[in-house]
């Protein structure tokens, strides 16, 4: 037999109707803002509504999930006979991944006949969904929980980000830029050309002049490292700005011939750390 769940958690930024039309269970994040004490789950406020609130002033603070909510989701499903494998929000940039894994152990122990796996995909928002779109296509075609396992392992070093801000303030605020930067990159329309490294962190790598700028530069990215740059799968993130995600896309079909698979928005949970306007592009290469 080969059942098995795929778990995530909302560091994927695939929709709620996504994630159970794939058959993917998952565990949510949540935010507030630092003027409101209500805590709300990455699902709870709509991203057009929660980066309103972020241009009008308000500010963000994010929150994981503990290892005993994972515990519990995850034994609901070994009780039900169902092995788990569990692919989450990279350990680089939240806390979430160490508290599932501690679940994990604990599971292990408990659930000897089942098998509990956990991966850190050391990705984010659409990055994680790729996977989890890839993963789910192998254990679709039959293959085991090992199988698909180790086929998003290799996948991992491969898995591309290329992402732009709109406005480096958000970047300012979790000190990802200095407040110089910021301001000068502001007075002067500097978008810089970040990537995800090997051990899932944001990097910035270049400067672009101007928002087209930096979408051709994350387009040439593209041609440089995609495994297959003409029949690959690709996703593209967004930060409300709808118009620029399907430009970029357009950019990449005419240069490519590839279609973008998916369109997501970017949820609250990351968000809150880029900003609205935030532009990301995620695709398997041959490097990170």
């Not at 989701?73 to 169902?82: C, R, S, T, V, W």
């Not at 890839?134 to 679709?140: F, G, S």
């Not at 303030?169 to 329309?189: D, E, F, M, N, Q």
Request: net charge negative; aromatic share 10%.
């Amino acid at each position: 037999m080969n059942n098995f769940t795929i778990f995530t958690d909302s560091g994927c930024d695939l929709s709620q109707e996504i994630l159970n039309k794939w058959n993917i269970k998952y565990c949510c994040l949540s935010f507030m803002f630092e003027d409101q004490e209500k805590m709300y789950g990455n699902y709870d406020l709509s991203s057009k509504d929660f980066y309103q609130k972020m241009r009008d002033g308000h500010i963000a603070k994010t929150s994981g999930i503990n290892s005993n909510e994972f515990k519990e989701a995850f034994a609901e499903e070994l009780q039900k006979g169902n092995d788990v494998l569990y692919i989450g929000f990279s350990s680089g940039l939240s806390g979430t991944y160490s508290c599932a894994y501690a679940a994990v152990q604990e599971l292990c122990e408990e659930f000897p006949e089942r098998k509990v796996i956990s991966i850190d995909s050391l990705s984010a928002s659409g990055g994680l969904g790729l996977l989890l779109y890839l993963a789910k296509e192998k254990r679709d075609n039959g293959a085991t929980i090992d199988e698909t396992a180790d086929y998003i392992k290799e996948l991992i070093p491969k898995n591309c980000h290329w992402f732009t801000v709109d406005d480096l303030v958000y970047l300012k605020r979790g000190g990802r830029v200095s407040p110089t930067v910021a301001l000068v990159g502001g007075v002067l329309g500097i978008k810089p050309v970040m990537h995800m490294d090997d051990e899932g962190h944001l990097i910035n790598m270049s400067k672009a002049r101007g928002r087209n700028a930096s979408l051709k530069a994350i387009v040439d990215k593209y041609g440089e490292l995609a495994e297959n740059p003409n029949s690959g799968t690709v996703f593209i993130s967004h930060g409300d700005c709808l118009s620029d995600a399907e430009k970029l896309a357009s950019m990449v079909e005419k240069s490519y011939g590839v279609s973008t698979k998916l369109i997501t928005d970017i949820g609250p949970v990351i968000g809150a750390h880029s900003g609205p306007g935030t532009l990301a592009l995620f695709f398997i290469g041959k490097e990170r």
